[in-house]
Nanobody, 127 residues
Framework: QVQLVESGGGLVQAGGSLRLSCAAS????????MGWLRQVPGKEREFVAA????????VYADSVKGRFTISRDNAKNTVYLQMNSLKHEDTAVYYC????????????????????WGQGTQVTVSS
């Protein structure tokens, strides 16, 4: 099992940047594919970005492609989401999620594929 704690959210002006962090517990963090997903009140949780266990494969939602970057540091048991050129529509609660993959190189882009979730961190972008 893995436990996840997000940090780095806050209030930022449109066009600004934030970096979210997700610290994971456990000795097998490197065997988990990781993802960032977000949710606005009254809407379904949606995929933002995902990364394979090694960091060698990444995938992004079209809405954030070119602006957001997901990365991980397995030595620090941490995954990051660098968010640049933020827009008002990026306002949401951002969740870190994990799914065990061993060393398969897979990543996941749907909510239902993740078994482990953090508590979420609020990102608010003022227009």
């Amino acid at each position: 099992q893995v436990q996840l704690v997000e940090s780095g959210g806050g209030l930022v002006q449109a066009g600004g940047s934030l970096r979210l962090s997700c610290a994971a517990s456990g000795r097998t963090f490197s065997r988990y594919a990781m993802g960032w997903l977000r949710q606005v009140p009254g809407k379904e949780r949606e995929f933002v970005a995902a990364i394979s266990w090694s960091g060698g494969s990444t995938v992004y939602a079209d809405s954030v492609k070119g602006r957001f970057t997901i990365s991980r540091d397995n030595a620090k048991n941490t995954v990051y989401l660098q968010m640049n050129s933020l827009k008002h529509e990026d306002t949401a609660v951002y969740y870190c999620a994990a799914e065990y993959t061993g060393y398969s190189g897979r990543y996941y882009i749907t909510v239902g594929e993740y078994d482990y979730w953090g508590q979420g961190t609020q990102v608010t972008v003022s227009s």
